[in-house]
């Protein structure tokens, strides 16, 4: 009688906690200002830069290697592309084990974000990057292993992304979405995403 009473109690208790940690997961991101619930990208310590590049006519932009906060894409100025980066993490340690890389040519810009995983601290990171692009409307824009929101709005020659795993939002007049595939099949923008 009394092991029957310990385990209703201890049964009891375990859904008190899974019910506490399961509203926890829902109202912390947005206590604390999440865009995205369960998406956290903004940690205490920050990290902001921005770069201007000259670019040719019909520049290729490639974002990809796992930037796991949100991803804006604008229309800027022909011929440069204006990149504001902002990395956080939940510690000072942690913003040390990784940066985003941006590579520039003329006719090519590719932006990676690079986690010194050889470093054993640096193994499992509390971490997030975003970027804000103005770009001319004849870049050809290649995303792919974003894990946060994407966006784009005015107009660029071609957007093709690949796994995708927040919202994709692109506005009628963005371009053409070519060659999108997501980890998660949902409705964005008002139409429908290839199966």
């Known amino acids: 009688m009394f092991g029957s009473r ?3 109690t201890f049964f009891k208790r375990s859904i008190v906690t899974a019910s ?3 509203l926890a997961s829902v109202l912390v991101p947005s206590v604390w200002g999440q865009s995205s619930p369960g998406l956290i990208t903004d ?3 920050r990290d902001v830069f921005a770069r201007h590049y000259q670019v040719e006519r019909s520049p290729r932009i490639e974002i990809g290697g796992g930037i796991s906060g949100p991803v804006t894409i604008s229309a800027g100025q022909t011929g440069m592309v204006d990149i504001d980066v902002r990395r956080t993490a939940a510690t000072q340690g942690e913003l040390d084990c990784h940066q985003v890389r941006i590579d520039h040519r003329p006719d090519l810009i590719m932006i990676t974000q690079v986690q010194f995983s050889d470093r054993r601290e640096c193994r499992t990171i509390r971490a997030s990057q975003s970027l804000a692009l ?3 409307s004849d870049a050809l824009l290649q995303i ?3 894990a946060g929101d994407l966006q784009v709005s005015g107009p ?3 957007v093709i992304a690949d796994s995708i795993a927040r919202a994709l939002d692109a506005r009628e007049d963005a371009g053409a979405l070519q060659g999108v595939r997501r980890t998660v099949a ?3 923008a008002g139409f429908p995403l290839p199966a």
């Open 144 to 146: 792919s292993a974003i």
């Open 134 to 136: 103005q770009v001319p």
């Open 156 to 158: 660029v020659k071609a």
């Open 43 to 45: 940690y205490p310590f």
């Open 186 to 188: 949902e409705l964005c």
């Open 6 to 8: 310990l385990r209703t």
């Open 20 to 22: 506490a940690a399961l």
